[in-house]
């Protein structure tokens, strides 16, 4: 059964830094496109970055670029999204997703989902 559980997400402070963790079960997550988006209640659902993009994706949204990074351990299954300097935007709730089909900033083209981890940025 695939399964993807995500972990990391606490309370930091500005300017800190954090990683998010997914461990992917039942897919390898060298084989299958991986992502990492985020939700916010007044905004909905919105991308974050990917391990791998169509031509006219951009791997990062633009807010991020620069800030967040995203990795994968294929020995440990695994895709991080490692952000740094944090502002008070990033609180979040935020998902992994995955698919084997396209790779896009669109949610709604993404099958399989976590559970999510939620940040917070303290004032």
């Known amino acids: 059964q695939l399964q993807l559980v995500e972990s990391g997400g606490v309370q930091v402070q500005p300017g800190g830094s954090l990683t998010l963790s997914c461990v992917a079960s039942?897919?390898?997550?060298?084989?299958?496109?991986m992502a990492w988006f985020r939700h916010v209640p007044e905004e909905g659902r919105e991308f974050v970055a990917a391990?791998?993009?169509?031509?006219?994706?951009?791997p990062y949204a633009d807010s991020v670029k620069g800030r967040f990074t995203i990795s994968r351990d294929n020995s440990q299954n695994t895709v991080y999204l490692q952000m740094n300097n944090l502002k008070a935007d990033v609180k979040a709730v935020y998902f992994c997703a995955a698919g084997r089909d396209l790779s896009t900033s669109n949610p709604g083209s993404w099958p399989y989902w976590g559970r999510g981890t939620r940040v917070n940025v303290s004032s």
């Open positions: 039942g897919l390898t997550v060298s084989t299958y496109h």
């Open positions: 391990t791998t993009w169509s031509p006219n994706m951009k």
